[in-house]
T-cell receptor, first 114, second 116 residues
Framework: RKEVEQDPGPFNVPEGATVAFNCTYSNSASQSFFWYRQDCRKEPKLLMSVYSSGNEDGRFTAQLNRASQYISLLIRDSKLSDSATYLCVVKGFYSGAGSYQLTFGKGTKLSVIP | ETGVTQTPRHLVMGMTNKKSLKCEQHLGHNAMYWYKQSAKKPLELMFVYSLEERVENNSVPSRFSPECPNSSHLFLHLHTLQPEDSALYLC???????????????FGPGTRLTVT
């Protein structure tokens, strides 16, 4: 099972649409969760952290479900500028390695169409 | 100059060459990282340095050798690479590396490496 799994997409949505991405993680010892955004041929940038109680930042809402080991990102009122790849990132302790690891998903590509 | 910079931006090298990638951060951070991003694979964390000491090494082949002479600079020395090592190598920095707190990663633009 992949450590952090995301639907690769692409998700093609019209402007103004609401779109949701899910991400599942396999390590039950995961402690911190994030969404990063990576524009085409650019470096990743932090979009938002994901808190246990869920959190919102403008049009973006992140949720965490520890029992089912998944996190989600909801984008409302999509803009053309939201077109990017969204990376799910999980930090946790891996007993095999005996260390903390930052693990990235492959990303979900979003294209917002005029 | 601000943020995280990387040089060179593009590099083509033969399998017998030795080259180095350079990363510099101007953010006053204590932790620096090397990542590898290959097509259709997730971003892979290679090395973590905190206060110039290597704290994580994720089973990376010895043909990749990191060096952190101070908290602002990070190098990745490359020798006898394989074609499958062709990828985008991203450097990042964060305020600190901690087991209990995860700090935002600030990425550089990356070096696009092609091994021929």
């Amino acid at each position: 099972r992949k450590e952090v799994e995301q639907d690769p997409g692409p998700f093609n949505v019209p402007e103004g649409a609401t779109v949701a991405f899910n991400c599942t993680y396999s390590n039950s010892a995961s402690q911190s969760f994030f969404w990063y955004r990576q524009d085409c041929r650019k470096e990743p940038k932090l979009l938002m952290s994901v808190y246990s109680s869920g959190n919102e930042d403008g049009r973006f809402t992140a949720q965490l479900n520890r029992a089912s080991q998944y996190i989600s990102l909801l984008i409302r009122d999509s803009k053309l500028s939201d077109s990017a790849t969204y990376l799910c990132v999980v930090k946790g302790f891996y007993s095999g390695a005996g260390s903390y690891q930052l693990t990235f998903g492959k990303g979900t590509k979003l294209s917002v169409i005029p | 100059e601000t943020g995280v910079t990387q040089t060179p931006r593009h590099l083509v090298m033969g399998m017998t060459n030795k080259k180095s990638l350079k990363c510099e951060q101007h953010l006053g951070h204590n932790a620096m990282y090397w990542y590898k991003q290959s097509a259709k694979k997730p971003l892979e964390l290679m090395f973590v340095y905190s206060l110039e000491e290597r704290v994580e090494n994720n089973s990376v082949p010895s043909r990749f050798s990191p060096e952190c002479p101070n908290s602002s600079h990070l190098f990745l020395h490359l020798h006898t690479l394989q074609p499958e090592d062709s990828a985008l190598y991203l450097c990042a920095s964060s305020q600190d590396w901690s087991s209990t707190i995860t700090y935002e990663q600030y990425f550089g633009p990356g070096t696009r490496l092609t091994v021929t």
